[in-house]
């Protein structure tokens, strides 16, 4: 019993991944059609296409088939809808499909203008598969701008090329793929002007299939996604609240500094005498006059001795007929007739008096008349007060008569 032969695999397996989103538009989604259209004429004969579509998520229209009827059936039914373009995961998806499918030569044509939005992953997923398999992506930029560096750099990290969709042809891009080594790898070089491609292989050169070394997976770029915009947003929320806090800090200690009493300015730390005013001219304060100092108030005790002592000098002035004693009472009875209402002495004549009179007091002779009273001298006493009332009363008579 002879073993079956295993049926040879396709000389191709092509993805055709379009974008049916809104930013694209119905004008450029039909030219994006066209093309397809064209790269499906061109491929080999047996070749399997696969149709995958895209907008808010990607889907796949036609399976992988190697009926070019059915193919261009499903892609004359494409039509624009969806409010987002999820590229990275149509991209991710492409590559698993190519992958996984049969086919001696591999390759995702990518018709997009190159915008993502709302994928749930990033672009490097996608990429990661493509560079592994060694499936390179031709990417078409379609729409009125499309995002170049994007698109050129899928194509250049999976080993693919970039074109515009003016530029593009689609039997050139089909010779591409048709042109790729068996068992899907790297090494193409391609360049298109004015529509003609040139396909170029270190192995095809020698005339025969060499299968290059895999490609180096490039390192994967962390791109801001739902977690890493929410640490952006706490990272700015712990930013304000530590420029809040050094704000109140600042506020408390500029509150909490004491301030000079002379010109109010915050004192330094550790300070108690304020720079600007230990700086200022001293002030001097005005001179002031001294007090002036009244004369001391006799005792009611002293002027009684100095009134006794002066009766006592009168009384024995009389008594000896002395001519100074009578001069001094006609001096003191002029006095008195001279003025009806003297003029109180200055302090310094009462000053001066009080302390002749303390003087006087403190003489022998008012000593001796200080000495012990008797009896008799008590009589004395008492007599000199009677003379000094008459002597007293004749000097008003005097007046009296001086006036009349």
Known sequence: MGSLAAEPPPPASVALTVDT???????????????????????????????????????????????????????ASLKVGGRFTALHDALYDASRYVRDAPGARKAIV?????????SALNLEDGLRVATDAQIPVFAIGVGAH??????????????????????????????????????GGQGVSATAAGGTGTVASGSAAAGATRRTPPATVPPRLVTPGAGGKRAVWIALALTAAAAIALVVAAWRQKRGVPACPECARPLPPDATICPSCAAAPTRIPPRMKPPRREPPELSA?????MNTTEEYLERNGHAAGAPGARDHARARARA??????????????????????WRTSRSPASTAACAPKTASSCST????????SSTKGRSSATCSRKGT
Not at 45 to 64: H, K, L, M, N
Not at 70 to 75: I, K, S
Not at 158 to 166: A, S
Not at 381 to 388: D, H, P, Y
């Open 21 to 75: 989103s809104g930013s694209v538009g119905r004008s450029e989604l039909d030219r994006a059609r066209d093309l397809a259209l064209a790269v499906l004429a061109g491929l080999p004969t047996g070749s399997e296409v696969a149709v995958i579509a895209f907008d808010d998520q990607s889907r796949v229209v036609v399976p992988s088939t190697s009926h070019p009827e059915e193919v261009r059936e499903q892609l």
């Open 110 to 118: 990518l018709i997009t203008d190159g915008v993502d939005e709302n």
């Open 146 to 183: 499309p995002q170049e560096r994007v698109l050129r750099r899928i194509a250049k990290l999976t080993g693919g090329e970039y074109f515009t969709v003016d530029q593009a042809r689609g039997a050139d891009l089909a010779a591409l793929i048709a042109a790729l080594p068996a068992g």
């Open 301 to 305: 005790t002293v002027l009684a001795r």
């Open 336 to 357: 008195k007739c001279s003025s009806s209402a003297p003029s109180p002495p200055r302090p310094s004549d009462a000053h001066a008096r009080t302390t002749s009179r």
């Open 381 to 388: 006493t008492s007599r000199a007060r009677t003379a000094r």
